[in-house]
Nanobody, 124 residues
């Protein structure tokens, strides 16, 4: 009964910025974490960033650290991904996920719910 909907993707040039949003609705439980993953054609779903339920602890992949910022608004049941200095290799479908109690923040198997994804395309 949990629904996640991403938005904010688009076509941009290298060096540009995008802000992705993920809105959660339905029955949600306190204590969950949220994460962003991305998947390019023919590639595995890749961890991008995650944030704890409190919003005070974040995790990033090395490839996006320093460029992307994850945040959440618990009152709005939303999570965001600010993406700066975008590179062509950032091109992918970006998914937000809701993390179960156990498991690694970095593994997609730790997430029980996923949004439909939003396409991010970065041209050179």
């Amino acid at each position: 009964q949990v629904q996640l909907v991403e938005s904010g993707g688009g076509l941009v040039q290298a060096g540009d910025s995008l802000r992705l949003s993920c809105a959660a609705s339905g029955r949600t439980l306190s204590g969950y974490a949220m994460g962003w993953f991305r998947q390019a054609p023919g590639k595995e779903r890749e961890f991008v960033a995650a944030v704890t339920w409190t919003g005070y602890t974040t995790y990033y992949s090395e490839s996006v650290k320093g460029r992307f910022t994850i945040s959440r608004d618990k009152g709005k049941n939303a999570v965001y991904l600010q993406m700066n200095s975008l590179k062509p290799e950032d091109t992918a479908v970006y998914f937000c996920g809701m993390k179960q109690y156990s498991g690694s923040y970095y593994s997609p198997t730790s997430y029980d719910y996923w949004g439909q994804g939003t396409q991010v395309t970065v041209s050179s």
